[in-house]
């Protein structure tokens, strides 16, 4: 596997599969990889004939007071995993080559609508670093499909609709959620939880399925968000949402929807964030 840091290195090996004919996956990621990231690379292997993965911990999508620093950095690590799974070249750029003029002086897209709630409502910016890093990096590498995780669920749908209104030409690939045995969503964030807090996590997958046992029950949604909230909190999370929303736009269900709805919740930990989603059908 081939890594390269610069712009020109990168358009210089895609151009080179593109005039065989060859088509391009990509999968865009922060580093410090885990089996999760490394399924998206398979399932990018499986539709593309070449791979690429980037691996970039984009400082716009960090708010002030957020991990950025402490985020996990492991690119020898990541460097041998991908290989490992296939992946044809690696691409990790430096700052500037991402935000030539400065993170404060890049253009900055917005999504509106889908990015004023949940995450967006509690990471305000958040969403607009990620939409403009995304179409940074699909200008570079011109992918035919980008593959990215359903956990970030809200982050997908933002990318979906950001790819549709740039008229970008690449197929969003949404890859289902990998999870330890026990039920929690595999993150890079899951490192900084403590023996104990560890041992609570599972408790966010559990509310999750309890949520939708709930709403399939009859029970009233609002009803069911404020007793996951309640039973999270009582458990020792700091919950920021336990949300039940309409997965195609995450906007409120109407009452008594029941169809193409999905569970999210976002919930502290002592100093850790953990998300997770579930979509009930
Ligand atoms: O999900 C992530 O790891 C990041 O948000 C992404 C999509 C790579 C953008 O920085």
Not at 66 to 74: L, N, V
Not at 97 to 112: D, K, N, W
Not at 158 to 179: C, F, H, N, Q, W
């Amino acid at each position: 596997m081939q890594t390269v840091q610069d712009a020109a290195a990168l358009r210089a090996a895609i151009r080179g599969w593109r005039s065989k004919g060859e088509t391009v996956g990509f999968v865009p990621t922060m580093g410090n990889l885990h089996a999760g990231h490394h399924s998206l690379i398979k399932l990018a292997r499986a539709r593309t004939e070449r791979v690429v993965a980037s691996v970039f911990v984009n400082p716009t999508q960090f708010g002030p007071n957020e991990d950025f620093e402490r985020y996990p950095r492991t690119l020898t690590q990541d460097q041998s995993g991908l290989a490992e799974h296939d992946c044809d070249l690696l691409f990790a750029p430096d700052v500037s080559t991402i935000y030539p003029f400065g993170a404060a002086g890049s253009v900055s897209l917005h999504v509106p609508q889908l990015t004023e709630t949940l995450e967006g409502a509690h990471r305000p910016g958040h969403f607009d670093g990620v939409a403009t890093v995304v179409c940074k990096l699909f200008n570079l590498v011109q992918p035919d499909i980008a593959v990215f995780g359903q956990k970030d669920f809200q982050q997908l749908k933002v990318i979906e609709r950001m790819v549709r209104d740039m008229s970008l030409p690449v197929k969003i690939v949404g890859a289902a959620t990998l999870r330890a045995d026990d039920g929690l969503a595999l993150s890079s964030r899951n490192q900084y939880l403590s023996v104990a807090e560890r041992a609570l996590a599972p408790q966010i997958y559990a509310t999750l399925q309890q949520m939708r046992e709930l709403v399939a029950k009859g029970h009233a949604w609002r009803v069911v968000e404020q007793a996951a909230a309640a039973k999270l909190a009582r458990a020792g999370f700091e919950p920021d949402y336990a949300a039940i929303r309409r997965a195609e736009d995450l906007a409120e269900p109407a009452d008594g929807e029941r169809e193409g709805l999905v569970a999210l919740i976002a919930a502290r930990l002592g100093t850790t964030r953990l998300i997770d989603n579930l979509p009930f059908d």
